[in-house]
């Protein structure tokens, strides 16, 4: 892993596998969640859209920054995308979604929605 080009990404990270989202604090917290054998339907960025490569390595995921520009607008989609699936369930996050003015507003909500303390991002105890 390259250490120096992940120190350039931005917290929190976002992975999306088959349309349904997670919020991490770290990058290897994500690539610790992550199935090797779902790496194929699986995309990874950082909170500016950056893409991160992913690899396995056994039956453990390498994640490592993308060559290329950020694409802000592709995660976006996959947010969207995601809040309009829960609009049966969680109307209100649907509603706030298409209320949101940018990709920062979309991953806050999207944490609030599993307020775990490893996927708190904002939290840090003093």
Known sequence: M???ALKE?????VCSCDGDIDVYESVPAMAASVEAYDLNRTEFFDSQ??????????YAVQLAAAAGPPEPERLEQLLRSYFRGLERSRPVFTERAESAR???????????LEP??????????R
């Open 2 to 4: 390259d250490t120096g």
């Open 102 to 112: 940018g990709l920062t507003e979309l991953i806050v909500l999207r944490a609030e």
């Open 116 to 125: 775990l303390p490893s996927r708190r991002w904002w939290h840090r105890p």
């Open 9 to 13: 990404l931005q917290p929190p990270f």
């Open 49 to 58: 859209g950056q893409r991160l490569d992913a690899t396995a390595a056994g």
